[in-house]
């Protein structure tokens, strides 16, 4: 089992950056998916990005493609998102989500397929 601990979130303008980071505990992270997804006041939980065990595949939305960046330091146990050129669509809770699969060498995009969650992080862009 993994345990999963977001940080970063907070209010910036837009236009505006912020650095999200999620940190776990537990099982070698190296054998994890991870993912960043969002929910937004009324809305279902969406994807944001992905990345695979490795580092070297990365997935995302649409609506963040060229704007979000994912990474991960397997040393370090920790996944980052980077937001630039924030949004006020962007403002929702973001959370990173962890998929156990050591034999898995690409990247998850569905909700159901992350078997651990963190607690989230809110950020909230303002226009």
């Known amino acids: 089992q993994v345990q999963l601990v977001e940080s970063g979130g907070g209010l910036v303008q837009e236009g505006g950056s912020l650095r999200l980071s999620c940190a776990a505990s537990?099982?070698?992270?190296?054998?994890?998916?991870m993912g960043w997804f969002r929910q937004a006041p009324g809305k279902e939980r969406e994807f944001v990005a992905t990345?695979?065990?490795?580092?070297?595949?990365?997935s995302y939305a649409d609506s963040v493609k060229g704007r979000f960046t994912i990474s991960r330091d397997n040393a370090k146990n920790t996944v980052y998102l980077q937001m630039n050129i924030l949004k006020p669509e962007d403002t929702a809770v973001y959370y990173c989500?962890?998929?156990?699969?050591?034999?898995?060498?690409?990247?998850?995009?569905?909700?159901?397929?992350?078997?651990?969650w963190g607690q989230g992080t809110q950020v909230t862009v303002s226009s």
């Open positions: 989500a962890a998929d156990f699969s050591p034999m898995f060498i690409g990247v998850r995009s569905n909700i159901g397929e992350y078997d651990y």
């Open positions: 537990g099982r070698t992270f190296s054998a994890y998916v």
């Open positions: 990345i695979s065990r490795s580092g070297g595949s990365t």
